[in-house]
């Protein structure tokens, strides 16, 4: 847990307002990434498989 730093000069009003954006944003961040499509991955892409080789001795 994050504890007040004196040092920056931030009373506990603006720390907690900043701990709530924080936490705000965090929120939107999971909302976002759920709503975006995973892409989808074959198994033959995986493992390399169907992939041109260009071997030459």
Known sequence: ???INSNLGMGPE?????KAMEI????VM???ESA???PTVSGAEL???GQNLDIKA
């Open 1 to 3: 847990m994050d504890s």
């Open 14 to 18: 603006l720390y907690a307002m900043k």
């Open 24 to 27: 705000q944003g965090q929120g």
């Open 30 to 32: 999971k909302v976002l």
């Open 36 to 38: 975006s499509p995973a």
């Open 47 to 49: 493992t390399g498989l």
